[in-house]
Each structure stands twice: as C-alpha cells, then as structure tokens.
C-alpha cells in the first residue's frame, strides 16, 4: 500500500515534469514579485556590466544588485531591482515609460502570478508553474491586480474544510462508539483518525491552494506588508502550513473527543488538550524557524555554498541535539523528581555506565498517558509521566528505565541525528540536480509531499527498529519476565490496543505491543 502511494507520486512527478517542457524567452525578461524582490534578467550579444548599470541609471530603476553569468552564448545580467508600484494590497502597476525604455534592449518579456487579471499591451507566450509568461507589445502601463473571486473561493475552502473536519471527525468517533468493537480497538481506531486526518486535510487545503491560484493571494499580502524582507516572507510561509495543520487537528481533536473521553473514562479538557498539542508543534517549528533566520540572514558566499551550507547543519543538529532537554522543559511543565526514586534511578542508570544529570516528571499532560523517554547529549535526563510514576511499582519503573538507558548507551539519538543529516545532504545535492522551477505547481507538491513522507517513512522504519535493540537491551538487564509485564502494562494503563497497523506504527515512530512482546519471545 505504502510502496503503491509512493510510486504513484513519483510517476506523477514524473508527467509533470516531461509535461512542463517550456519555452525559454531570450532578450530582457522581467520577474515581477509583489514582494519587490523583482529581478530582471537580460540576455545580450554585446552589452557590458557599465553599459547595463548606465542604462539602468537613465531609466531611473534602482540596481540593489548586479551577476553576470554566461548561458547559450548569451551573456546574462541579472539584475535585482523593484519595478513594480503598489497601489493597494492586491494591485500593482508597471509603468509604460519603463518598458518603452527597457525595449530598447531586446524584446520584453514579464513572469507575473498567476490568477490575477491583467491590462495593459501585453500577450500571454506560456501559462506556467506559479505563474504566466506574458511579451510585451506596446508601451502602455500593465497594471495586475488579484481576482476578487479567488479571495472569495480561498475563505470558503478555509470555512468548509475545518467544518467538514469536524464533522467528519464526530461521525466516526460516534459510529465507532457504538459499535461493537472492544474499548481497546475503540480508542485504537479513533487515534489513528487523529493521526492521519489532519496530514491529509492540510494535503488537500495545499492543492485546493494551488487549484485556486492562492499564492498570488499569499505573495500580494506578503508583499505588501513586508516587502523585500524575504525572511519573514518564508517564515510566513511556514506558517500558512502550520496553521493549516494545527487547525484541522483542532477541529478533528474537539470532533472525537466526547466519545474519547468517554471509552478513556477520564475528565479530558479540551481547552488543555488544545494547549497541549499547540505547544508541541511549536518545539517542533522553533528549530526550523531558527534554521530559516540563519539561511536568509548568513552572507550569500556562505549560503550559496553547498559545502558551507551541510556544515552548518550539522553544527545546527548537533546544538539541537544536545539542547533537545532545554527545548523540552521550555514546552512542556517539566518538575524535577523529588522523592527517593529519583537518586534510585540515576543510581541504577550509573551502575549500567549511564551518567545522569536528573530525572524529570512531565506535568499538565492533557489526559493520563505512561510513558518515559531521554534526552541531551553532554547532558541526558530521564523523563517520566505523573501516570507512570502512579501506576507502576518501582522494578517496573526501572524495567522502562532500562529500555531507556538502552537507547543512551547504544546512541540512537545520535544514530537518528545522523540519518536527519544525510536525508539533508541527500536532498541538498538532488534539488540541484531537477530544476524546480520547471515543474509544475502540482508535481511541485507531489515532490514535497513524497520527500516528505519518504523521510518519515524512513525515519518510522530506523526509530522502530531502535525499540527492539533497547526491548533487548532492556530484557538482558531486568530479565525476560519482568520486561514483558511492564510492557503489558503499559499498554493496559494506556488503553492501547497491543496489536496496532503497521502505517500508524510508522507514524507514531513505535512497534506494535504485540510485536515488541513477540521479538522478545522469540529471541
Ligand atoms: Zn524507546
């Protein structure tokens, strides 16, 4: 099924990409952003670099920066510069006078966005990726502006998709409850609504987004509040798809929850649920805000640079790595461990060669949930659940413990860092071998969509199997029988069904119960 998906995609990348053969304008082409981030490119025969900035002067555009490169016998200047005006946030104006001055060079050639209505002297050559090519005829002014209905269509898709989430949501939860099913595969089912639902809402909102022309809605706005600062228009942008996501998973989430709170037999609030979930995505985007400051704000020799570029991400994933414990407790309530059980355990992770800085209780999680886990590099902690603490006797403690020293002492943080980082240079050195710019919006996303879901599937696949090597490291230090009792019992505190599919496992970055009891069994 998963191999079925992904080959799909990549057949359809494919297509996409033999389709979009294009037609490559020569003379000057002009770029137009409504972010002032325009740049015009000139091909010629006989010009030179003073010849070209002069020109510039006398028509009264500003040059912010000037290449030279050579490409098919052409020379090619490509000159950073704004040529459009604002008029208000969805219009923009060309002027006439400037074209007339710019034809004096080569035939004129304009990129403008796509979904935006168009006057001026002007015939349209290529409809394109994200947006049209269009020559200039005439001397007019080209003023372009964005479709009043697009606007219409992009509020309506924003106010059906969460409402149809929602409602989606309850009905499943609802036919769910009533089944006949156990409590177990109950909760199971609607987890797994809750975690693939909102992947594949905000996919559907990403393409409705493209169908309806709306990054020209995105670029207008963008432009016109923050002009050429490209930093906060990409962390705009990642934020468009993060509110995306955290909004459909809020809608799913207050879908499902009165039925889930009912088969979990506790009080579960929303409003915490929400605190809960909206903060764990924030320390998962503060990196790659961090990661998007440091790309647009290093100098360009350094950014430009590939080699220069891979370096900095492994420095970046290596500081991110040994901060993770920091990252944690900024996120969520984290309390140190103040009863003897505390010395205990740093005392049995340091008889098993594991130095412990402390050991960390999670408060304020959204419904009961046992579960520990490590982090840090130079400093490692140990954290544990409220839930865990209660519930379990204390060899059970130290039987998830051991799991847990199971991964320090086999390095998986390190070993999962390393794979983060060779996905990166990977795609680093391919994205320069297809030129993206000739794809088309769609197989544009369907790229992204199947890296993305590569890297996931991939790292699912590695993190699974990091669970069995600390399942066994685990046995060998507490025995057989008393691993397999804490693990059953964390799946009975949890509600968790013990038999779970192998997607959702992939996602959730763990193996089934079942699985890991059967390994342990057969080893
Ligand atoms: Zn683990």
């Known amino acids: ?28 082409i002009i770029h137009e952003f409504p972010t002032d981030n325009d740049f015009i490119e000139i091909y010629s025969k006989n010009l030179t670099e003073t010849e070209v900035i002069k020109q510039f002067k006398s028509i009264g555009l500003p040059v912010k920066s000037i290449e030279v490169s050579e490409r098919n016998g052409y020379t090619v200047f490509t000159i950073h510069t704004s040529i459009g005006d604002k008029i208000d946030i969805f219009k923009r104006r060309i002027d006439g006078r400037i074209l007339a001055e710019l034809s004096k060079l080569g035939e004129v050639y304009i990129y403008i966005d796509k979904g935006c209505t168009i006057r001026g002297d002007i015939q349209l050559v290529e409809s394109g990726n994200f947006q049209d090519l269009y020559k200039v005829v ?51 089912r609607i987890r797994r609504l ?9 996919l559907i909102l990403a393409y409705l987004m493209i169908l309806l022309n709306s990054t020209t809605i995105y670029d207008m706005i963008t432009g016109y ?31 499902y929850l009165p039925y889930y709170r009912m088969l979990k037999k506790e009080e579960i609030k929303p409003g915490k649920t929400a605190k809960y979930s909206a903060l764990v995505i924030l320390m998962l985007i503060v990196p790659m805000l961090i990661w998007i400051i440091l790309m647009f704000n290093l100098p360009k020799t350094v950014t430009s640079n590939t ?70 590099v130079l400093h490692k902690y140990v954290f544990l659940t409220e839930t865990l603490i209660d ?24 070993i999962s860092g390393i794979y983060i980082i060779t996905f990166f240079v990977i795609w680093i ?53 008393l691993y397999i009792k804490a693990l059953s019992k964390l799946a009975e505190i949890n509600v968790m069904k013990r038999k779970t599919g192998k997607l959702f496992n992939l996602f959730t970055l763990h193996p089934s119960i079942e699985e890991r009891i059967r390994k342990l069994l057969d080893s």
């Open 225 to 255: 509040f923050f002009g050429y600062n490209k930093t906060l228009f990409a962390i705009g942008f990642l934020g468009i798809w993060v509110l995306i996501y955290t909004v459909s998973m809020l809608f799913v989430t207050i879908g």
């Open 307 to 376: 080699e220069f570029v891979v370096i900095i991400f492994v420095i970046f994933m290596l500081a991110l790595m040994s901060m993770s414990p920091n990252l944690i407790s900024l996120f969520q309530r984290a309390e140190s461990l103040r009863t003897p059980l505390r010395d205990e355990i740093i005392e049995f992770c340091k008889r098993s060669g594991v130095k412990i800085s402390d050991v960390k209780v999670l408060k304020d999680l959204p419904e009961k949930f046992a579960n520990a886990g490590v982090s840090g």
């Open 138 to 188: 005439g001397h007019s002014d080209i003023t372009y502006e964005v479709r009043k209905d697009l606007l219409v269509k992009l509020l309506a898709v924003f106010i059906v998709i969460p409402i149809s989430s929602f409602l989606l949501s309850r009905y499943y939860a609802r036919k769910v409850f009533s089944s006949n099913l156990s409590r177990e595969e109950k909760l199971y």
């Open 1 to 28: 099924m998963i191999k079925k998906l992904i080959v799909a995609i990549a057949m359809l990348i494919l297509i996409g990409t033999v389709a979009s053969a294009r037609f490559i304008p020569k003379g000057v």
């Open 429 to 481: 050195y391919a994205s320069k071998l297809i030129d993206l710019s000739n794809l088309s919006p769609y197989s544009f996303m369907a790229l992204w969509f199947t890296v993305i879901l590569a890297f996931f599937l991939i790292l699912g696949r590695i993190m699974v199997y990091l669970e069995f090597r600390a399942d066994r490291y685990a046995v060998k230090v507490v025995g057989r029988e």
């Open 391 to 414: 519930n379990f006797s204390k060899e059970e403690i130290m039987a998830v413990i051991a799991h847990e020293i199971g991964h320090l002492k086999e390095k998986h943080n390190l």
């Open 194 to 202: 809750a975690t693939f639902i909102p992947i594949l809402i905000a």
